[in-house]
Structures are given as C-alpha cells and as structure tokens.
C-alpha cells in the first residue's frame, strides 16, 4: 500500500510546478486538491462568485487558429447585439442578483465599437443600481487588444475589471497559433496597459495546445505571479472544426481524463501559488467533462460565468466545438447552476461583486 504522507507536494520551484502537473496517482491528485482547497478558504472564503456572460458580437479582425469566429471563417454568421439587447441581459442579472457581468466580443478596435462599449457599459452602470447593488453592477470586459486611451476610456465609463487572456507564456507556443501579426509583446504590453489604468486583470491560458508541455504551463504560472495578476480564465484546448490549429496529436495531453486532469490541476496549482486571486470554472471545462466546472470549483476555482447571450445567437458564438448549455434559457441556467455549485458543499454570494481579494490587498497595502 502507498502511504501518501511519503511523498511531499512542493510548488516552489518551476520543475516543482511542471511534476505537480502531470501528477497522475489519483491519491497524490486528492491531496493537492484537498490542498488547494484549503488555500481558497484562507485566503478568498469559501463563495462562488456569478458573472453573467454575455457575448454581444462575433465580429473579429483577428485570426487565431484556434478560434471558430477568427476573421476567415467563412462559415459564421456575424452579429452584433443590439445596445436593447444587451442593457436588458444585464439588467436581468442585476434582478437575478448576479452581481457582475462580463461583456465578451471579438476584436475590433474602431472608433463606433468603442463609442458602443462606452455607451453600453454607462447605461447599465446607471440603469443596475438598486438598494441590493448600490453602485451598480461590477462589469469585466473581455474585447481584446486596444490601445492605452481606450482602454482609459472604457475605465472611464464604469467597466473595472478586464480579461485578456495570454493564451500561452510561451513565445514560440504563441507563435504557432497566432498569425504573425499579432504578437506575443503586444499581448503583454496590453496586460501593462491595463494594470496602469487602474483595471483588476485577469489573464489566463489554454492547455492541451499542440506542442505544449508540463514545463511551459508551469511557466505559464510563473508568468502570471510574475505579472501580478488580479483573475484567471483558463481552460483546455478544443478543437473547432473549421479552424486551422489541428488537434493535439503525439503530446503529453491526449483526450478525455488527462486533458481533466491537467485541466483541474492547473486550477490548484494556480491556487496554491498565487492564493488570493479570483480563477474562474470555465465552460470549456463542462465541455469535456459534464460535471467540469463543479471539479473546477472544488480544485480551488470561485467564479463561474453563467451563459446570458441570447440563445439565437449562441450558435454564432462558438468559439470550439460542442460547446455546451446551448438551448438553456436563462432561468434554466440560473437553477442549473445554483444546484452544481451546491452539489460540491458551496454557496452563491448573490448580489455582490466578488473583486478579486488580492486586488483589494494591493489597495490596502498602499494605502
Ligand atoms: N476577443 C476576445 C475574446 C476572445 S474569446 C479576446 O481576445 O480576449 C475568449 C477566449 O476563448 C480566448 O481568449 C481563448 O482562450 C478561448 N478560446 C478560443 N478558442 C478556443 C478553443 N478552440 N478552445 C478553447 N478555448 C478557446
């Protein structure tokens, strides 16, 4: 018999993290999992945090190759929600005691998008306040690159947190899966713009990514502490039919139970080094697995990002394939999702914000 208390979980070095990874005694996987827990309940409590996501365009001047709304795929209806259509969405969060939304879109930088976003994002500022939420709904973008005024300007209109994902820390990782005109620098000076503007950031990264390895995504940890980030948004590498970016073949992460298991881990181990930030269970999660994003929560995740698009246009915003909660109504979700956050002995905060605690502690130091 193995007695687990043998073997010694360490996370601090870069190799550490990497054997951490590719733990696959299930024993060892319980106790990093009982681990990271524990590290979320000191440091975040033990709440899960709702932000309504909300997908209002699937227009995109970018091309990643592992993106199904990349700007050469033919195949897509592209739409724009209405400024209606999106401020209702909101406001139904706002009633439903969602304390945040996320606005998510392709990338576009033109003068009226921004003009758009502001507008949209003032609107529901103003139009979400109640004696439940004082000030508002807490409102994340999440619409790409822009350039450093915009990014003030969007700061301006209300919206505070911002998500960006890094994709991999990896530079010759991220150049083969990005067209050469998107570059790695340019992704992570954004990061930098957004941190001077006063945003809470997050970032993150997909795994199971042809080529990538338990060293790179371990790396990918250090790139996050190093660039003190607020939140992460990771989840695993899924395939879309009509993309370029192949399907992993020939690597360390294959399908199904390991793309999980790395999946989960890199949830505790972000959890175990970088302690009081927000880590979001993703969607892409419940994609391999139907009870993905519950795991997520109990490897150390405390955010989920229930579906508000419109269900009419949530088939024109499939970023891979057999994404899941397709049909589901908004009322659907919000009771499907209260019974899977119970279901791993958790509680919705409803009508909060939820910032991420280590945001708040950079604040406080400060001061
Ligand atoms: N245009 C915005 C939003 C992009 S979509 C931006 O650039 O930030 C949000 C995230 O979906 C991406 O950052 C990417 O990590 C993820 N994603 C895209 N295609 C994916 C795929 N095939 N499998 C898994 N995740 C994917």
Redesign the pocket.
Known sequence: MVNIMNYEIKYDTRDNIASLLSENNPKQVELIRKMAHDVLLENCGSGVYYRGLIEFSNR?V?D?Y???IRRSNADVNRFDLTMDEIVDSALWCAKNGYGSIVL????NSSRDFIDFVCRAVETIKKRSISEELPNGLGVTL???EQSEADYARLFAAGAHRY???I?TSNRELFKTIHPEAQSFDNRVECLRRLKRTGFQVGT?V?YGLPGQTYQMLADDILFFKDMDIDMLGM??????SSTPLKKNENQFIIEGDDLLRVSLLMIAACRLVLKDINIAATT?LQTIDPTGREKGLSFGANVVMPQLTPVDYRKSYL??DNKPCQEDTKEECKNCLSARVGSVGREVHYNEWGDSPHFKRKGESKN
Do not use: F, T
């Not at 989840?235 to 879309?240: D, K, L």
């Open positions: 995109c970018s990643c592992y993106c199904g998510q879109s392709g990338e999440c619409i790409g998500l960006l994902r994709e993150g997909m989840g695993p590498y899924i395939r879309h892409a970023l891979y």
